[in-house]
């Protein structure tokens, strides 16, 4: 049976500050590169066909290790970046909650009901994820497949997976140099 496997890059300096890097391509740091190396080997175990990536460089570089021992390429698609974070992006949580209380606190409450300023929305990320997963899915049909992206729009794809509502995404957003492999 094919296997989805979805992976969140490696850390970056702007993770670590806990700073919003939506669709900005930020480098993984010395940890991030530590972390993809260590997915790499875990995931060497599996036969993998396929790997689409963000093309943000953070993502890129965690899918081109997981690409090293199964001598396949990567393929980039700005279908999977990251949700847009509008005006958020390169601002600290701490300062976000502060400058933005109202629109952040409706956002997080109720992630279809907010959205960041000038952002995308996260019914229109869900969109574009569930979208290019179900291109991908189908053109590689009885191929195990990987994902590289970044949390928010990972959280979406398990969330269609899982049948879970859209709302609770903040529940299921998972840390860096996470991955999991669902059966197609």
Same mark, same amino acid.
């Given at each position: %049976?094919?296997?989805?496997? +979805?992976?969140?890059?490696?850390?970056?300096?702007?993770?670590?500050?806990?700073?919003?890097?939506?669709?900005?391509?930020?480098?993984?740091?010395?940890?991030?590169?530590?972390?993809?190396?260590?997915?790499?080997? &875990? +995931?060497?175990?599996?036969?993998?066909?396929?790997?689409?990536?963000?093309?943000?460089? *953070?993502?890129?570089?965690?899918?081109?290790?997981?690409?090293?021992?199964?001598?396949?390429?990567?393929?980039?698609?700005? &279908?999977?970046?990251?949700?847009?974070?509008?005006?958020?992006?390169?601002? *600290?949580?701490?300062? $976000?909650?502060?400058?933005?209380?109202?629109?952040?606190?409706?956002?997080?409450?109720?992630?279809?009901?907010?959205?960041?300023?000038?952002?995308?929305?996260?019914?229109?990320?869900?969109?574009?994820?569930?979208?290019? %997963?179900?291109? $991908?899915?189908?053109?590689?049909?009885?191929?195990?497949?990987? +994902?590289?992206?970044?949390?928010?729009? +990972?959280?979406?794809?398990? *969330?269609?997976?899982?049948?879970?509502?859209?709302?609770?995404?903040?529940? $299921?957003?998972?840390?860096?140099?996470?991955?999991?492999?669902?059966?197609?």
């Amino acid at each position: %049976m094919a296997q989805l496997i +979805l992976i969140r890059h490696g850390q970056t300096n702007w993770d670590r500050e806990k700073r919003v890097q939506g669709a900005l391509d930020i480098p993984l740091n010395a940890e991030g590169e530590k972390e993809a190396q260590k997915i790499s080997v &875990e +995931l060497s175990k599996f036969k993998i066909d396929n790997i689409y990536s963000s093309p943000v460089s *953070c993502s890129v570089s965690t899918a081109r290790e997981i690409a090293i021992p199964h001598n396949i390429k990567i393929k980039k698609l700005n &279908e999977l970046n990251e949700l847009n974070h509008g005006v958020w992006q390169g601002l *600290c949580i701490k300062d $976000i909650k502060k400058r933005y209380k109202k629109q952040y606190n409706i956002w997080k409450l109720s992630p279809t009901s907010g959205r960041p300023p000038k952002g995308e929305s996260i019914r229109d990320a869900y969109d574009r994820a569930i979208s290019i %997963m179900h291109k $991908i899915v189908d053109k590689h049909k009885g191929e195990d497949t990987c +994902l590289v992206s970044g949390g928010i729009i +990972l959280s979406l794809i398990k *969330c269609y997976i899982k049948n879970a509502d859209v709302e609770h995404i903040w529940k $299921i957003t998972p840390e860096e140099a996470w991955w999991e492999a669902f059966e197609l």
